[in-house]
């Protein structure tokens, strides 16, 4: 019985060098059964056997690997300010949203003015105004102020926050009719669409738990960055579903995926047009009543 336990525990957590040429090996070997045209079976099985041991491996290992890594990082100034101060945490986050944002407007505006479409026009449009949100946020998160601290800043912050959506859901209801009825779609190839599949639901995930970790600040400010950090990851999952179905359908959108994409366009388009409106309700009316 001791030695099974004393083999399993070798097969489940190898040896640091042994596992660390694992993972490069198991990765070539599968990247070479998805992309080489002919591949022997032997090959294939081979590829997926050792991929599900090294994953197999690596999630074993991971709680203890992410345990060392929180004490070591918990030492660094920096990374214990990002974990205790909500403030910084929500202005760093909000610089890199600002910057991913400032850039992917200038690439799809230069395409529009490159290919003289609407598609390219309403993607930078979208684009911009995420950009002009998160940077009106954090220029009032950069100038001192505490979440929560002045009430009625944060309201009309929060208010402007949600006009902009209402004419972000404008441009995202041209996005939807061009991915529904003019066949655009975004194409990418199938292990890619699988790394975006993986970061998409991760960021949902994450921009749910947000939102419902966030109100206990009672703060506008951090409820906006929150609502536009959800409608981004809602806009993610539609552009995510119709890669998929492009790279794992047969190429030609048919009434299945018309349906599918155009019910999870309204669903997306809904939505944030009941937050917009929530929000400038709700600001509104706190607003009136502190006067």
Not at 68 to 91: C, F, H, I, P, S
Not at 128 to 141: A, E
Request: overall charge positive.
């Amino acid at each position: 019985m001791r030695i099974c336990k004393k083999i399993l525990g070798l097969l489940l957590f190898p040896n640091g060098a042994v596992f660390l040429f694992l993972v490069p090996l198991s990765g070539a070997l599968l990247g070479y059964a998805f992309t080489a045209e002919e591949v022997h079976q032997s090959i294939e099985y081979a590829s997926y056997i050792l991929s599900a041991y090294t994953l197999t491996a690596m999630c074993c290992r991971l709680p203890g690997v992410l345990r060392g890594l929180k004490e070591y990082l918990g030492k660094n100034k920096y990374v214990a300010k990002y974990q205790q101060d909500t403030a910084w945490r929500m202005t760093v986050s909000l610089y890199g949203s600002v910057a991913i944002n400032v850039s992917y407007t200038v690439l799809q505006l230069g395409l529009g003015i490159i290919h003289s479409t609407v598609w390219y026009y309403s993607m930078a449009a979208y684009y911009l105004m995420l950009s002009v949100m998160r940077f009106y946020l954090l220029r009032y998160l950069r100038g001192g102020h505490i979440p929560g601290e002045d009430k009625n800043g944060e309201l009309h912050r929060y208010r402007f926050c949600g006009v902009v959506l209402m004419g972000m859901n404008l441009a995202l209801a041209v996005i939807v009719y061009y991915i529904t009825w003019q066949n655009r779609t975004f194409i990418h190839h199938m292990i890619t669409t699988i790394a975006m599949a993986a970061y998409t639901f991760a960021s949902f995930t994450m921009a749910v738990i947000n939102m419902i970790r966030y109100r206990k600040y009672q703060s506008p400010v951090l409820s906006a960055a929150k609502a536009i950090g959800f409608t981004a990851a809602m806009v993610s999952m539609l552009t995510l579903e119709t890669t998929m179905l492009t790279v794992f359908g047969e190429g030609e959108k048919g009434d299945f995926d018309r349906i599918m994409t155009g019910s999870t366009g309204a669903a997306v388009t809904l939505t944030v047009l009941i937050m917009a409106v929530y929000m400038i309700v709700k600001s509104t009316k706190e607003l009136k009543a502190k006067k």
